[in-house]
């Protein structure tokens, strides 16, 4: 928890941007003012030419998960220093019990994990695998005393995470009666491991095979329904990782008709696309493996750009899960055994910057929403995350929009030997990155502290702590009144 004092600079909100120093002091940001006098000895950054955004956020990571017969390589250090060299503070990562297993040991593990590790700070979603009042009781305790206000559900991942819809149903009600939000693998599963096996009958066993077996309609069905189900129970929903446009458009859809329905694209969705896994060597092939598939059609990635810039996608995450070349190769006679993921959190803020605001698609103000600002407002940390202002968190990162790299594996700071966006040159990006006072990225190196961040509690939501959920409440007791009276017009008897 250091004092610095940042000068010259231009903040950029997700509201406003404005030539402004910053005085940071004991980790939490004291004064913005145009020109503030440094106290003696306090160590002063200089900002000019540089845009001064709140530290992003990345509301979708799996560091060191262990997956489909192995564990990923970026654990909570690596993946981390990854993080901040990117210009990424903050971090959301999944606990994922194990179908019967207690959440609170899961959720014991994961903070083990990671309260050992992380150089940023961090909070836990929380998977629910299975339903009991066992589970009912354990997501009291998660929110109440834990910290906790997000729960997912797979809707994929056949015999091992998937639930059923009437699971699914039961948790968005427990989500709702502890203020928390509920959020969703959106795929059908069935249908996924139907295609997975006729594909194998066809001898399709390479990672194409992967995309062939889930296709884009199975993610826009499952979306579907997953917000269908939330809105019988009147709660909002957030379906993690959109990766096609046809769930997309479900969501911007629904989102019309008045449902509170968030989405979340991820870096890999926004910056490539998935005709990698046509590619002939096999490990470069594999490496675009993931759940749901990144998809071929080149249009995808641009039309969740678009989504994304007119406000009916929310925020940017990653589902950062890597996985070695060796580890890849457990799937290499059959494609439904390849590790599912790939990296992201150290590239996505560049990668937004690149393909929304070189590409004039979001302004300044809506990239600092996008990569933080709406995902600290809908996981309820935000002012103390997402943005720039007296009692914020010091979590600033110094952009600099005239600055180039080009991405590789070679100097990236994952531990995976691959890079998905290998070669993709980007102009923006974060030159000094600061965590709670600390420069711990500044002109290409790290000075990170292994376990120096600290869990951030998440509290439920209610009308006293954000006006989402207050507004979501008014308009839920309406909707409850004008869709759930009982029908007393004329009535059709049908013969
Ligand atoms: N998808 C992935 O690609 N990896 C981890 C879990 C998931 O849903
Ligand atoms: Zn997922
Ligand atoms: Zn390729
Ligand atoms: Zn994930």
Known sequence: MADILIVNGTVVNDDREFKSDVLIQKGIITQIAPSI???????VVDATDKLLIPGGIDTHTHFQLPFMGTVSVDDFDIGTQAAVAGGTTFIIDFVIPTKGQSLLEAYDQWRKWADEKVNCDYSLHMAVTWWSEQVSKEMEILVKERGVNSFKVFMAYKNSFMVTDEEMYHIFKRCKELGAIGQVHAENGDLV???QKKMLEMGINGPEGHELSRPEDL????TNRAITIANRVNTPVYIV???SIGAAEVIARHRKDGRRVYGEPIAAGLGVDGTHMWNHDWRHAAAYVMGPPIRPDPRTKEVLMDYLANGDLDCVGTDNCTFCAEQKALGKDDFTKIPNGVNGVEDRMSIVWENGV??????????????????????NVYPRKGRIDIGSDGDIVLWDPKASKTISKDTHHHAVDFNIFEGIKVTGIA??????????WNDNKLSTKKGSGTFVPRKPFGPVFNGIAQRDIVRNELLRKVDREPYTGPVI???
């Open 358 to 379: 070189n590409k004039g698609k979001l302004t300044h103000s809506q990239f600092v929403r996008a990569t933080s600002s709406e995902a600290a407002r809908i996981f």
């Open 493 to 495: 008897k049908l013969n």
């Open 241 to 243: 990782h959109v990766m």
């Open 431 to 440: 030159t000094t990155t600061i965590v709670a006072g600390n420069i711990v």
């Open 37 to 43: 006098k440094p106290i003696e000895g306090i160590k």
């Open 219 to 222: 993610e826009a069905e499952a």
């Open 193 to 195: 491991f139907e295609g």
